[in-house]
Nanobody, 115 residues
């Protein structure tokens, strides 16, 4: 059983920053991908950023240059540093761990960008 615990969401003004964290606990295969997805009301869940164990990263075009994903493999923790936040970044952000073809999800954390 794998559990993902997220933290770091909240309310921030446009142009501000937030850092999300997600710690994975349980039986975790050493080679995996950890990622952040988000879902705004009325929209489908979309990939924000992903990082493989070896360090290869993927970003959505909408966040390139503003968001940075990183991970601490020893702690099975992934981070998402979000800078220059805009109202369109408002969503519930979900942590994802993928091992081979199996996906695990966190409970989600709300990020609201508003003045």
């Amino acid at each position: 059983q794998v559990q993902l615990v997220e933290s770091g969401g909240g309310l921030v003004q446009p142009g501000g920053s937030l850092r999300l964290s997600c710690a994975a606990a349980g039986s975790i295969f050493s080679h995996n991908t950890m990622a952040w997805y988000r879902q705004a009301p009325g929209n489908q869940r979309e990939l924000v950023a992903a990082m493989k164990t070896g360090g290869i990263t993927t970003y959505a075009d909408s966040v390139k240059g503003r968001f940075t994903i990183s991970r601490d493999n020893a702690k099975n923790t992934v981070y998402l540093q979000m800078n220059s936040l805009q109202p369109e970044d408002t969503a519930v952000y979900y942590c994802n761990l993928r091992v081979l073809i199996t996906n695990f999800w966190g409970q989600g954390t709300q990020v609201t960008v508003s003045s």
